[in-house]
Structure formats: structure tokens, C-alpha cells
């Protein structure tokens, strides 16, 4: 074989695996390596992204540089035809050109961008040349952006009275709002770690020193196997009756056919079954106290409340720490759920995100988001009942599918408290959720409008993750691409489709309510979450206000029917407030009706069971302020 033949022979590399991370990668900074975080993204707070299959990292970048270049080619042959359609002729040291439009009437069109370029027509050609120095994409196109600013009157190619043309990007203002938080606080008690100072009620920090003193004393006691103090059976009963309807997050079924008569004997649990109740008894004392208060007949006080729920919550982690590292079962994951709900209950944020992410990790460790799995779990899971209590392998599979959508919902909302990155990514469309596409309705224990809910509480959470990449992921960018923007838009319009229709007159069945307010609040929500920081621009300004009065008319209705779920709804509602209030502040042509719609808001917000903690929230006492100052 001669020279020529080895030389031409393809030489075989082996495909290399990128072993930092994308984003190290990509700003050229050494990366740790670390995993699942490197020490560079933790320290960012943003979201650390290996890519595990060889060469992929190159076909990657190769793939998003085409699709950039192949976008940013549209948007130039756009303006070439704008500029095509208006010079018809120039000379380069001219200041203006002048054009003729449809109606033989002229116009100045100024050129001043253009000085460095050379626009002729060739000859018998139609069209026109361009010569330019300017290599760089960025250069040209601020160059045409600049080109179409000096002549905005100028443009009638595509005369369009009802449409404003659209801006190729939407930029931040940050002196409007310097931060638009993204957490979905589900408390109103005092101390809640939301970045602002409250004013703590006297009565309730007497009720927290009691309960911390209490804490203490637990702490340091030489019986580490103490129990905390029995509840009365009827008192438990009440508290496993309410907790199916009063989860947040509109979950879990079946629960009451699987837990409601086998967790009422503590003494015959196993650890797995005592962590459940453990965890459902410490989150939900404090959240019945405020909510449904009937069901302690007077016989509990705030501080007394507090009490227990520490307690329990304290027994609740003895539990937790001596069987996590046992084999991973649907009860214990769902117990650390509940530990969650007790942090958000109690406004102990810095936790929040600790424990979402154990329950996540011991859920992909028993592959909780694979359909074809859940037989095993299930079957598992129900050898762990007593003997008396064993359910079918069907009912467990609706648990476990129900548990999953329940740790979907519950990871968008605590990543939002710190701005954290999601850990259960469920838009493969192949995992347990595709199930319930078209609910089961006649599965055992299944309620029709609570499965319903849930359909729509996943895509909603879908569409609130895609806002916070889209436009909260990277800060340190001012501008964002309006076609990101109206692909969001588009997304939010299709979705309304299949929202129920608001019917305020039917009040047959609370899961029905709830899709009713809760979904529809969550939409409108949602189009001040995309513009509230690009205010005072026109459109973000028309989208926010449409979005805050349809807020005020949602809300003013749900105060005949409030149940517990107004509370993870008191974000939309601060975003409303905000809205009115820039146009109150910026004395705008509605600000009255800005006024009004902030007495509606504030009042049904007062007419709620933590209506008097709400006064002790900084945005309620701005609009309280506002409203006395403007009588």
C-alpha cells in the first residue's frame, strides 16, 4: 500500500465526553466537576446541566449556533427589504433620500445610519447592492435597528392601523420593580423569610418564644425515644379527613381508602407508616388552626397548637434519619412532601428546597416516573400494609401516580422560594403523567374534579417553568427576544382553551370551585409574570393591567366560597396590587379605577381567616397607605 492510500485512509478519534459542565463551558471558567453541581453554578444559583453522551456537546453547540445564524438571517432579510422598498436611490454623503409611497406624496427617509455603506440599484437588475465594511452580525443589525428608528413615520409597506409593529426584543427596567420574585408564598404568618421586613404580631411571637422554649427542653432531654403527646382519636380522624382536600397542590388520591382507618393505631405502624402520620399531624395543626379551626371545638390556642406541631414535626425527623437509607418506599416519600408543606406552613424557606429534593432523588431511586414501573413499586408497597389494611395493587398504582404529579407540583413551587433549578423534568411524554390525560373516572377512589384539577395544575406548572427559563434563568440579560415572548403567549392562549369555563354560579363540588379560581388566577398570573419587568412598555403595560382588573374580578367572586386554597393565590394577588399600584403612582388615565380595584383586593383579602396577619405584610400596608392618601 502506497503513501497516498495510508494517507487518504480516514483516521478514527474517539468521541470525547465533556466532563464540565455547559455553563462552566461556556463562559471558558474552570469547573469542579462536581456533581449534580459544581461549585461555579452553586455559588451562581443557577442551574449546572452535564451532557452525558459522548460528542454530544459539539453536535449541541453546532446545532443552536445554525438555528441563531439561520433566525438572525430572517431578521436581516426582513429589514434588507424594508430598506429595498424605501431607498430607491442615494448618494452616501447625503443626509436624506427621498421616496415616493403609493399615494404620490413624498417623504424625507433619513440615511444617516447608512453613511458607511454603499446602496446602489444595478443596471436593468431589480433590487439593490449593498456594500458595507462591517463584518460583524451585531454591527449590521444595530445598524438596521438604528435605520428604522429615524424613520418609524416613514415605514407604510404594510399598512397596518390596528397592529403595532412588533419590537424585535423587550427590554428590562429595573427601576421600576428591582426584583420580580418568583416564590409562591403560602403563608401570611409573620416571619416569613420573602426578603421583606414584616412587623411581628405580639401575640403570636409570645405563642412562637413558648413553643421554642418547649423545643428546647425536647432537645434536651435524656429520653431521645420520647413520643410527643397523643392527639385524641377524634381529633386525628378530623385532621386525616381534611388533609385530602386541603393539600395545596391537588393531591393525593386515593388517600382515603389507603390511609384514613390503618393510621389511626399508631402501635401497630411500622417507622414508614409512623413518619406519615408524623408528618401529616405536624403540618397540618398549624394550618387547621387558621382554616378550619372548628374542628378543635375551642379547646386550642395558638401556642398550644404550635406546640404539638413541633412535636410531631420533631418525631417526624427522629423517623426520618433512622430509616432513609433503608429501602425507599412511596410512604416515606410522601411523608418528606408533608415536611415541606410544614416548612412552607411555617415560612422556613431555607429548608424548603432540602427536603423537596430528598423526596425527589428517593423517587427517581424507585423510578416513580416510569408507568412500566409502578407494578413492582406497587406490589411492594403493598406488602408494607398491615395485615389487616393490605389494599389492592390498583389502588396503589393510583397512589403512586397521584404522588408523583403531587412532587412535580410541589417542586415548581418551593424552587421558586430561592430561585433554585426544578429536579423532576416530566416533559419527556412518556412518563406516569401522560396517564392522566384522560382520567380514569370510574377508578376506585378517584374524585372526577380532583383529577381534573391536577390535569390542569400540571400544565400550568409546565408554562410556569417555561416563563422562569425563558425570561428569570439568566438576570444578567436585560433583553429578551419578543418571539420568546409571543411563543409564551401563544402557549398561554391555547391553554385558555381548556380552562372551564367560569360559571360563578356553580358552587356543586369544591374541586370544580377550585379549577374555577385557582386555575384562572394562575393564568392571569401568568401574563403579568412575563411583562411586569418590561413595564412601562406599551404592550407589557396593556397586558398587565388586562391581567390585574380580570384578577380583581376572580378574586371579589371567590370571597362567597373561600376555602384554604386562596393561600398559594396570595402571589397572583400581590402581582395585582403591583400593577394598580404603578398606575396609582404614575398617575395614569385609570388611576381611580386603579383605586377601586385596589379597595376590592385588599378587602377580600381582609375578609380571610389570616386577615389580620395579612395587615402586617409590607405590600398590603403600601396599598393600605395608598388608598388613605388618594381618600
Known amino acids: 500500500?502506497?503513501?497516498?492510500?495510508?494517507?487518504?485512509?480516514?483516521?478514527?478519534?474517539?468521541?470525547?465526553?465533556?466532563?464540565?459542565?455547559?455553563?462552566?463551558?461556556?463562559?471558558?471558567?474552570?469547573?469542579?466537576?462536581?456533581?449534580?453541581?459544581?461549585?461555579?453554578?452553586?455559588?451562581?444559583?443557577?442551574?449546572?446541566?452535564?451532557?452525558?453522551?459522548?460528542?454530544?456537546?459539539?453536535?449541541?453547540?453546532?446545532?443552536?449556533?445554525?438555528?441563531?445564524?439561520?433566525?438572525?438571517?430572517?431578521?436581516?432579510?426582513?429589514?434588507?427589504?424594508?430598506?429595498?422598498?424605501?431607498?430607491?436611490?442615494?448618494?452616501?454623503?447625503?443626509?436624506?433620500?427621498?421616496?415616493?409611497?403609493?399615494?404620490?406624496?413624498?417623504?424625507?427617509?433619513?440615511?444617516?445610519?447608512?453613511?458607511?455603506?454603499?446602496?446602489?440599484?444595478?443596471?436593468?437588475?431589480?433590487?439593490?447592492?449593498?456594500?458595507?465594511?462591517?463584518?460583524?452580525?451585531?454591527?449590521?443589525?444595530?445598524?438596521?435597528?438604528?435605520?428604522?428608528?429615524?424613520?418609524?413615520?416613514?415605514?407604510?409597506?404594510?399598512?397596518?392601523?390596528?397592529?403595532?409593529?412588533?419590537?424585535?426584543?423587550?427590554?428590562?427596567?429595573?427601576?421600576?420593580?428591582?426584583?420580580?420574585?418568583?416564590?409562591?408564598?403560602?403563608?401570611?404568618?409573620?416571619?416569613?423569610?420573602?426578603?421583606?421586613?414584616?412587623?411581628?404580631?405580639?401575640?403570636?411571637?409570645?405563642?412562637?418564644?413558648?413553643?421554642?422554649?418547649?423545643?428546647?427542653?425536647?432537645?434536651?432531654?435524656?429520653?431521645?425515644?420520647?413520643?410527643?403527646?397523643?392527639?385524641?382519636?377524634?381529633?386525628?380522624?378530623?385532621?386525616?379527613?381534611?388533609?385530602?382536600?386541603?393539600?395545596?397542590?391537588?393531591?393525593?388520591?386515593?388517600?382515603?381508602?389507603?390511609?384514613?382507618?390503618?393510621?389511626?393505631?399508631?402501635?401497630?405502624?411500622?417507622?414508614?407508616?409512623?413518619?406519615?402520620?408524623?408528618?401529616?399531624?405536624?403540618?397540618?395543626?398549624p394550618h387547621a388552626f387558621y382554616w378550619h379551626p372548628e374542628i378543635f371545638e375551642n379547646t386550642m390556642n395558638e401556642a398550644r397548637c404550635t406546640e404539638l406541631s413541633i412535636q410531631y414535626y420533631k418525631w417526624a425527623k427522629k423517623l426520618l434519619s433512622s430509616i432513609y437509607f433503608d429501602a425507599p418506599s412511596l410512604t416515606t416519600c410522601h411523608a418528606i412532601c408533608n415536611l415541606v408543606l410544614y416548612h412552607i406552613e411555617n415560612g422556613n424557606t431555607s429548608v424548603i428546597y432540602i427536603y423537596s429534593g430528598m423526596a425527589v432523588r428517593m423517587a427517581l431511586s424507585l423510578k416513580l416516573y416510569r408507568e412500566d414501573a409502578l407494578d413492582g413499586i406497587s406490589q411492594n408497597q403493598v406488602d408494607l400494609f398491615p395485615l389487616l389494611y393490605k389494599p389492592s395493587v390498583m389502588i396503589v398504582k393510583q397512589y403512586a401516580r397521584s404522588l408523583l404529579w403531587f412532587m412535580y407540583f410541589l417542586d415548581t413551587a418551593a424552587s421558586h422560594y430561592h430561585n433554585k433549578p426544578y429536579e423532576i423534568h416530566l416533559d419527556d411524554h412518556v412518563s406516569t403523567t401522560t396517564y392522566f390525560k384522560n382520567p380514569p373516572i370510574s377508578s376506585a377512589g378517584v374524585d372526577e374534579h380532583q383529577a381534573f384539577f391536577q390535569f390542569i395544575e400540571f400544565h400550568t406548572c409546565q408554562i410556569t417553568r417555561d416563563i422562569r427559563r425563558t425570561i428569570f434563568t439568566h438576570p444578567e440579560e436585560d433583553q429578551t427576544s419578543y418571539e420568546a415572548i409571543e411563543r409564551i403567549e401563544k402557549r398561554l392562549l391555547e391553554f385558555q382553551k381548556q380552562l372551564p369555563s367560569i360559571d360563578l354560579n356553580n358552587h356543586t363540588n369544591i374541586w370544580h370551585r377550585r379549577c374555577i379560581f385557582k386555575q384562572w388566577i394562575r393564568h392571569h398570573g401568568h401574563w403579568i409574570l412575563i411583562h411586569q419587568s418590561y413595564l412601562p412598555t406599551p404592550m407589557s403595560v396593556a397586558r398587565c393591567t388586562t391581567a390585574a382588573f380580570a384578577l380583581v374580578e376572580l378574586f371579589d367572586h371567590w370571597i362567597v366560597d373561600i376555602d384554604c386554597y386562596f393561600r398559594p393565590c396570595v402571589h397572583e394577588l400581590k402581582q395585582a396590587c403591583e400593577i394598580l399600584l404603578y398606575h396609582v403612582d404614575q398617575n395614569t388615565p385609570i388611576k381611580y379605577k386603579a383605586l377601586e380595584g385596589l379597595v376590592r383586593l385588599i378587602t377580600v383579602l381582609l375578609k380571610t381567616p389570616v386577615g389580620e396577619i395579612a395587615r402586617t405584610r409590607p405590600f398590603v400596608q403600601r396599598v393600605l397607605k395608598a388608598i388613605q392618601e388618594n381618600k
Open 1 to 285: 500500500m502506497d503513501s497516498e492510500q495510508l494517507n487518504s485512509r480516514p483516521v478514527k478519534r474517539r468521541a470525547r465526553m465533556a466532563l464540565s459542565c455547559q455553563r462552566c463551558r461556556k463562559h471558558r471558567s474552570k469547573c469542579s466537576r462536581s456533581r449534580p453541581t459544581c461549585e461555579q453554578c452553586a455559588t451562581a444559583g443557577v442551574e449546572c446541566n452535564y451532557l452525558e453522551i459522548p460528542g454530544d456537546l459539539e453536535s449541541t453547540a453546532l446545532r443552536d449556533r445554525f438555528a441563531g445564524l439561520e433566525d438572525q438571517i430572517h431578521s436581516l432579510m426582513d429589514e434588507f427589504g424594508n430598506i429595498e422598498a424605501l431607498v430607491k436611490s442615494t448618494v452616501p454623503s447625503s443626509a436624506a433620500a427621498v421616496t415616493t409611497d403609493s399615494n404620490n406624496s413624498t417623504s424625507r427617509v433619513q440615511t444617516n445610519a447608512l453613511q458607511n455603506w454603499e446602496i446602489h440599484q444595478p443596471i436593468g437588475k431589480p433590487g439593490l447592492s449593498i456594500d458595507t465594511h462591517m463584518y460583524h452580525m451585531t454591527d449590521i443589525y444595530s445598524t438596521l435597528i438604528q435605520f428604522a428608528r429615524e424613520n418609524t413615520n416613514a415605514i407604510t409597506l404594510y399598512p397596518q392601523p390596528d397592529q403595532q409593529k412588533k419590537p424585535v426584543w423587550l427590554v428590562r427596567n429595573h427601576s421600576i420593580f428591582t426584583n420580580v420574585r418568583l416564590s409562591h408564598f403560602t403563608s401570611l404568618r409573620p416571619n416569613v423569610n420573602d426578603g421583606e421586613d414584616t412587623e411581628d404580631d405580639a401575640l403570636h411571637l409570645k405563642a412562637m418564644a413558648e413553643a421554642q422554649r418547649i423545643s428546647d427542653d425536647m432537645e434536651d432531654d435524656d429520653d431521645e425515644d420520647r413520643l410527643p403527646e397523643p392527639l385524641s382519636p377524634l381529633l386525628v380522624q378530623r385532621l386525616l379527613s381534611l388533609y385530602k382536600n386541603c393539600l395545596l397542590y391537588g393531591a393525593v388520591q386515593p388517600f382515603d381508602i389507603l390511609f384514613k382507618d390503618v393510621l389511626m393505631d399508631p402501635t401497630i405502624l411500622s417507622p414508614s407508616f409512623q413518619l406519615l402520620l408524623a408528618s401529616i399531624i405536624c403540618h397540618m395543626l
